[in-house]
């Protein structure tokens, strides 16, 4: 078949004047990879563009720059022999064709100049290495020596090479292909998943940073789950998250087991993902369950037990994010906070009290409807019945904290009596008395005894001063 032209692909003016540039240095010029790609499979608008020259791609992207109104400033990366420019919010990235082979050590290549066709068999995937020609004879014509066409429209994910190199070479790919497979809900073909499972150990030779970046990637998919039980599946998983690879199984004491809370886990990160895009709170969801497998007993009287599973998971949770490079900042203890709180309204939908709402939004602050969404997540139960009810009390939780909190005021408690007013009031130096003092007036309002206000602490204040044998001061 001759290859249909996608000319429609290239509206944008870009293009052209890439295809200006090209020609007034006399070589050639393909737009290729992930824009071809999205393009065909409707994606929407595309944020960065690659364009492979045969010829060098730095003297391009600075003839791209001359022709382009502001002359935008061109970005070189001399050891890859990449430039880069921005252009009307999209980022073009600008390569020489190349030829590429691999050590055993580094997934960094020696690298030589080539032909569009050494270009495309560098690439990971047939679908990845579409190119459309920019050149005036052929403008728009799709180059796809792969059929990459066929597998797009297949749903498949496959190598143009042999897998067991393009993985061996570079393992990264790895990650890559089973975070597309999620991204796009694509499938990956047999061979390649095979020597998925075959190279899984070097995955070791990848930086964390760009671990990481995929796994986010995968975890703003729209069902994350595909690409955690990819990683499992292909053997990837342990070398990666072995937290998580603890939690698979069953087991069964005395007639009696718990649920696998691996694919229970998955559920939940799925279930997170249709409320919330955060990818913080689909991390906490990802890991709220992590301290299950270390603290996991089983007790004749209460079966099987995972007592401050939470309190161990969120000191996990630091680990895992130093071992893997993230960020040791909020984010890293939001997630932190979530996984130890992780049980706490569960334990409240039974029993609605306004003094455990109280808690509740007085311990998670302003996080405290991130936590509701974790927790409602958490709801993976087969049983339609108690699917029903749960989700009817979680309303209930919800429904109390939005009323609680406009009647008392918690969430960023500010204790209505000062520090300073006690020590005056009882004439006293800092000392313990007035942390008491404090403590007792906090837990008077959070209990319901008082309210959230000035006169009614003060009152208690005087009250609780005087149990303790304190006099005032007038
Ligand atoms: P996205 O931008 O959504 O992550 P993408 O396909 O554009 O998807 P990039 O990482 O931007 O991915 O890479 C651009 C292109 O470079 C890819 O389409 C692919 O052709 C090629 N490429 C990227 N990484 C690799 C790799 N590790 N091995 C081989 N080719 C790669
Ligand atoms: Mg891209």
């Known amino acids: 078949m001759v290859n249909p032209s996608y000319i429609s692909a290239l509206q944008n ?33 595309a944020k960065d563009i690659d364009i492979v020259a045969v010829g060098s ?34 980022e073009l ?42 050149n005036d004879e052929n403008f728009g014509k799709l180059l796809d020596p792969f059929n990459g066409i066929a597998d797009l429209e297949n749903h498949i994910i496959r190598t143009p090479l042999d897998p067991d190199i393009t993985y061996s070479d570079d393992p990264l790919r790895m ?20 020597a998925i499972k075959r190279n899984a150990k070097r995955i070791k030779i990848i930086s964390k940073e760009r671990i990481v970046d995929e796994l986010n990637k995968m975890l703003l998919a729209d069902v994350p789950s595909k690409g955690f039980a990819l990683l499992h599946k292909t053997g990837l998983l342990p070398y990666i998250l072995p937290e998580l690879v603890a939690l698979q199984g069953i087991d069964e004491k005395e007639g009696q087991t718990h649920k696998d809370n691996f694919w229970h886990t998955l559920e939940v990160v799925d279930n997170i993902s249709k409320a919330t895009d955060d990818l913080w709170l ?32 969120a000191k996990m ?14 984010k890293m203890k939001f997630v932190q906070k979530m996984v130890l709180m992780s049980s706490r309204p569960i334990a409240l939908a039974s029993d609605v009290t306004d003094s455990a709402v109280r808690r509740l939004i ?16 958490d709801i993976t139960t087969k049983n339609p019945k108690k699917f029903k009810k749960y989700h009817a009390n979680f309303q209930l939780v919800r429904d109390k904290i939005v009323e609680v909190e406009e009647r008392d005021h918690v969430r960023n408690f500010q204790p209505p009596v000062s520090g300073e007013e006690i020590m005056k009031t009882f004439n006293l130096k800092p ?18 005894e008082i309210p959230n206000e000035y006169e009614a602490a003060k009152e208690f204040m005087l009250k609780k001063g005087a149990e303790i044998g304190l006099t005032i001061d007038d």
Not at 14 to 19: D, E, V
Not at 108 to 114: D, H, K, L, R, T
């Open 93 to 134: 990235e600008f390569v020489g064709a190349r030829k590429e082979s691999y050590s055993e050590e580094s997934r960094n290549p020696a690298v030589e100049n080539g032909s569009l066709a050494d270009d495309q068999n560098r690439r990971d995937f047939t679908i990845n290495a579409l190119a459309l020609s920019l």
């Open 175 to 194: 990650l890559r292909a089973i975070r597309f497979a999620t991204q796009l809900n694509f499938i990956i073909e047999k061979d390649s998943l095979a």
């Open 362 to 377: 007085f311990d998670a602050g302003e996080n405290v409807e991130d936590l509701m969404t974790l927790c409602e997540a």
């Open 317 to 330: 949770v630091y680990k895992l994010f130093k071992r893997l490079k993230m960020p040791l900042n909020d």
């Open 431 to 448: 000392s313990r008395e007035i942390g008491l003092i404090k403590d007792a007036i906090k837990e008077a309002i959070l209990e319901g």
């Open 282 to 313: 689909r991390w906490a969801a990802l890991l709220h369950d992590i301290g299950k497998a270390p603290t996991k007993r089983f007790d004749k009287k209460l079966g099987w037990t995972f007592h401050t599973h939470e309190f161990v998971g």
């Open 13 to 45: 003016p870009i293009f052209r004047t890439i295809s200006k540039a090209a020609s007034n240095l006399n070589l050639e010029s393909y737009v290729i990879g992930g824009y071809v790609r999205d393009y065909i499979l409707n994606r929407g608008e």
């Open 57 to 90: 791609g730095i003297e391009l992207a600075q003839e791209v720059s001359r022709l382009l109104p502001g002359k935008p400033k061109v970005s070189v990366f001399k050891t890859y022999g990449t430039a880069m420019l921005k252009s009307g919010g999209i």
